[in-house]
C-alpha cells in the first residue's frame, strides 16, 4: 500500500504539472480548476492501476487525492484550484517517499556500514524534497495567486530629501558616466548624490570621477576613501556619517546603472507610512539583447526578481537588495549601519530591521527603475555568484538561532518572516546536495565496475522511476515559471537554466566556505596566461566542473556494460544529467568569451562590476585546499567501504524490497525480488528546478537557484 501510495502521487504531481501549463489554469477558480484537477486525478489513478494491476487501489486513492485538495484548496485559498491541488500532491508524494524511504532502510540493515550510508542517504533525500517544496511553494505563490496584493502608492504632501549614494572601486571613467549623468536627469526636488570610491588606489581612476562629479553641479559631492576598511559596507557606513542631517531617505545605485527619471517620484512616496523602512525595486539590465548566452543570463538573474521576491513580499519578508533600493535612514541607524563583516551587508541589514520591533515593512516594488550591465566574463559571473552564496551562509551562521523555532529570539520577526529567511539562506545548499548526489552516483558506478555493492539502502521495482519523475517535473516547472513570469521563450529558458547549473560547483565552494569560516572572502580564479587562447583559458578556468562532467558519462557507460538493466540503466540517465549539469560550466565559459565586444563592453569588461575583483584578501586559496583534503579523505574512505563491502556477482540484479503491508485491494500480495539500485536522490538534484541561486538564486537552480534559483539563490546585489 505504501509503494502505491508514493507512485500515485508521484504521477498525479506530474499531471498537475502538466495541467498547470495550460495559460490560465494556476489562477482559475476552483469551480474552473475542477475538471482539470478531476483530469489529474483521474490519470493518476489510472496509470497507477495498470503499474500495480489493482484497480481498487487506483480508484481508492484517487478518492483519498480529492479529499486532499479540498483540504489543501482551503489552506491555501488565495490561491488557484489547480495550483492548490499541485502543491498538495507535491507535499503528500514527498512525505510518502521519505516514508516508504525509512521503511525499507529499517527492513535492509545489515550492519553498522549499511545503517550509517543509508541515514546519511535519507538526510540528503530529506534535504532534497524540503527544498523542492520550497521552491515550488515560490512558483506557486506567485502564479497561482488570485488577486493582485502589490501595495498601491500612496499620496505625499511633502518629499523627503533623499541622497542617492554610488559605490565604486577602480570603475573606469566610461562605465560610470552614464550612471551619474542619468542621476543628473532624475526628476525630484531635494536630491543629493554622493560617490563614494572606496579604496581605487589608481589617482588616474578615480580623479576623473571627481571631476566629472564637479562638473555636473552641487547635487553631486564625492568622496575617496583609501585605504578603508570594512569593503563596500565600511565605505557606506562612513559616507553615511557625512551626509547632511536633513537627509531622511538613502539609495544605492551600483556603478553601471542607467536609471528612470521617474525613480525616486515613483518609490519615495512609499514612505509616507513611517512604517516602511526600506522599499527595493526590481533590478533590471540592459545590452542582453543579441546574444544567445546573455539571454539566459539575463532570465537567470529574473527569475529572483519575477518570483522569489514577489513570493517573499505576500509575508513582508523580502531582502534589501542593495543597487536600485531606497532605506529609511533613521531604521539603517537604529541597527547601527551595515555590518562590515557580512560579504551581502544589504540583505543581513534587512533581516534586522524587520526583527526590529518597530513593525517596521520591507516593500517590494516590482517595475525596474533603472538597468545595468551583467558580468560579461564568466570568471566575473562565478566571482558574484560565490559572494551572494557566501555572503547568505553567513547570514545564517550569524542569525540561525533568530530563524529556527524554540530558540530564544532577539528579533521580533513573525514565523512565516523567520522561515522566508531560513530558507533564503538554506537553499543555497541545494548545490552542495547535488554535489553529493554526483558523489553517491559515481561511487555506486565504481562498486558496480567491481562487482560490489555500496554499503546503503536498494530501490526497487516501479518507484526506480520515482527519482526521474521528481527530476522532470522540476525541470519542466522552473522553466514554466521563468516563461510565465519574464515572457522568455523556453529556448531562453532552457539557457537560463543552463546559466544556473553552470555556477552550481562554485555555489557548492562558497557553501564548504562559509561552513567552516566566518569571515568574507572573494573567490579567486585562473587569470589568463600571456598569449593564452580565449577557448583554451575557457576549458581551464572550468576544469573541476569539466572534469566532473567527462567522470559521470565514463560512470554511466560503465555501468550500463557492466551491469545492464533497467535499474542500471536508471542510474545512467541520472549520471548523464549530472554530466549535462557540470558541462554547462565550460559551456557557459566558451559562450562568454564569445560575446561581441562593442566599445561599451570593452570598457565595461575592465570594470570591477564585471570582472568581480575585489580589494585583495589574506586566504586565496583556503576553499580550493579544503575541498582537495576533504575530497582526498572522502575517496578514501569511500573506497575503503566499496573494498570491504561483500562482493556480488550481479551487484544490481537482484535484492529485497521493502516488506509490503499489504496493497488496498489484497492483504497479502505474494512475494517478489525485483531488481533493485541504490536509491541516488528523489531527484538528483536539490536545485529549483531554482540556485536562482538566484539562482539567488535565484538559486533559483535546479540551483537558486535561488537560485534560479534562482534565487535563488539571494541574487540581490
Known amino acids: 500500500m505504501l509503494l502505491e501510495l508514493v507512485i500515485f502521487f508521484a504521477l498525479a504531481s506530474a499531471a498537475a504539472t502538466l495541467a498547470a501549463l495550460i495559460p490560465g489554469a494556476p489562477r482559475a477558480p476552483f469551480w474552473l480548476g475542477l475538471p482539470l484537477g478531476a483530469s489529474s486525478i483521474a490519470v493518476a489513478a489510472w496509470s497507477t492501476a495498470v503499474a500495480e494491476g489493482d484497480r481498487a487501489a487506483g480508484t481508492a486513492l484517487g478518492v483519498v487525492a480529492l479529499f486532499a485538495w479540498l483540504a489543501g484548496w482551503w489552506w491555501l485559498r488565495r490561491w488557484g484550484a489547480v495550483a492548490a491541488l499541485l502543491f498538495t500532491v507535491m507535499l503528500v508524494a514527498a512525505a510518502a517517499y521519505l516514508v516508504y524511504a525509512a521503511v525499507q532502510t529499517s527492513a535492509q540493515l545489515s550492519g553498522a556500514a549499511v545503517l550509517v550510508g543509508s541515514v546519511l542517504l535519507f538526510v540528503l533525500e530529506v534535504g532534497a524534497l524540503s527544498l523542492s517544496l520550497s521552491y515550488v511553494f515560490e512558483i506557486l505563490d506567485v502564479v497561482g495567486q488570485r488577486r493582485d496584493r502589490r501595495r498601491p502608492l500612496p499620496q505625499v504632501d511633502e518629499l523627503p530629501w533623499v541622497a542617492l549614494q554610488v559605490p565604486t572601486y577602480s570603475e573606469p571613467i566610461e562605465v560610470v558616466r552614464p550612471t551619474l549623468e542619468s542621476l543628473a536627469g532624475i526628476d525630484y526636488p531635494r536630491l543629493l548624490v554622493q560617490v563614494v570610491d572606496n579604496n581605487t588606489r589608481d589617482p588616474a581612476i578615480w580623479q576623473p570621477l571627481e571631476e566629472l562629479c564637479r562638473r555636473l553641479g552641487p547635487r553631486f559631492s564625492f568622496l575617496h576613501l583609501d585605504p578603508w576598511p570594512g569593503y563596500k559596507a565600511g565605505a557606506l557606513n562612513e559616507a553615511t556619517r557625512r551626509l547632511p542631517r536633513e537627509i531622511e531617505v538613502i539609495g544605492v545605485v551600483d556603478a553601471d546603472y542607467v536609471v528612470d527619471p521617474r525613480f525616486l517620484s515613483r ?85 534586522r530591521m524587520l526583527g526590529s520591533g518597530r513593525n517596521h515593512l520591507g516593500v517590494y516594488d516590482p517595475r525596474p527603475w533603472g538597468a545595468g550591465l551583467m558580468p560579461l566574463s564568466f570568471d566575473g559571473l562565478k566571482k558574484q555568484r560565490f559572494r551572494w552564496a557566501l555572503g547568505g551562509i553567513q547570514i545564517l551562521r550569524q542569525h540561525w538561532r533568530e530563524l529556527v523555532p524554540f530558540a530564544h529570539h532577539r528579533l521580533r520577526l513573525r514565523p512565516a518572516q523567520r522561515v522566508h529567511y531560513l ?12 554535489a553529493c548526489f554526483t558523489v553517491l552516483l559515481l561511487l555506486t558506478a565504481v562498486a558496480i565496475g567491481l562487482h560490489h555493492r555500496l554499503p546503503v539502502r536498494q530501490l526497487t521495482g516501479a518507484v526506480l522511476v ?115 549539469l557540470y558541462a554547462s560550466a565550460p ?14 563592453r570593452r570598457s565595461y569588461l575592465a570594470s570591477p562590476q564585471s570582472s568581480g575583483d575585489r580589494p585583495a584578501g589574506r586566504r586565496a586559496l583556503v576553499t580550493a585546499s579544503l575541498v582537495g583534503i576533504a575530497g582526498a579523505g572522502a575517496a578514501a574512505v569511500a573506497a575503503a567501504l566499496i573494498l570491504t563491502s561483500p562482493p556480488s556477482s550481479a551487484p544490481f540484479s537482484a535484492g529485497r524490497d521493502a516488506p509490503r503491508i499489504g496493497n488496498i485491494s489484497h492483504p497479502a500480495p505474494p512475494a517478489s525480488v525485483p531488481e533493485s539500485s541504490p536509491s541516488p536522490s528523489p531527484s538528483a538534484s536539490a536545485s529549483p528546478v531554482p540556485s536562482p541561486s538566484p539562482r539567488p538564486s535565484p538559486r533559483p537552480t535546479t540551483t537558486p537557484q535561488p537560485s534560479a534559483n534562482p534565487a535563488s539563490p539571494s541574487p540581490a546585489r
Open 267 to 351: 518609490t519615495v512616496p512609499f514612505f509616507a507610512d513611517p512604517a516602511v523602512a526600506f522599499v527595493q525595486s526590481a533590478q533590471h539590465y540592459r545590452d542582453w539583447e543579441d546574444d544567445p548566452y546573455l539571454r539566459g543570463l539575463f532570465y537567470s538573474y529574473r527569475y529572483f526578481f519575477d518570483v522569489s521576491l514577489p513570493a517573499r513580499a505576500h509575508r513582508n519578508a523580502i531582502i534589501f537588495c542593495g543597487t536600485m533600493g531606497l532605506i529609511r535612514r533613521s531604521a539603517l541607524e537604529e541597527i547601527g549601519g551595515w555590518d562590515e563583516t557580512c560579504i551581502t551587508e544589504d540583505a543581513e541589514a534587512s533581516l
Open 587 to 600: 559551456w557557459a565559459s566558451v559562450a562568454a568569451e564569445g560575446i561581441s565586444l562593442t566599445p561599451l
Open 423 to 434: 530558507l533564503g539562506s538554506v537553499q543555497w545548499f541545494g548545490d552542495l546536495l547535488t
Open 466 to 580: 520515482i527519482p526521474l519523475v521528481f527530476l522532470g517535473t522540476g525541470l519542466l516547472r522552473a522553466m514554466w515559471a521563468m516563461r510565465v513570469t519574464t515572457g522568455c521563450s523556453w529556448g531562453d529558458a532552457v539557457r537560463a537554466l543552463r546559466v544556473w547549473f553552470a555556477l552550481s560547483w562554485v555555489v557548492t565552494l562558497a557553501c564548504l566556505r562559509g561552513l567552516v569560516r566566518s569571515q568574507a572572502e572573494f573567490l579567486r580564479t585562473a587569470k589568463r596566461k600571456e598569449g593564452e587562447s580565449s577557448l583554451w583559458h575557457a576549458l581551464r578556468s572550468s576544469r573541476t566542473e569539466t572534469a566532473l562532467s567527462a567522470c559521470a558519462v565514463l560512470a554511466a557507460i560503465v555501468m550500463i556494460v557492466r551491469a545492464p538493466s533497467f535499474a542500471t540503466g536508471v542510474l545512467a540517465v541520472l549520471l548523464l544529467f549530472q554530466a549535462w
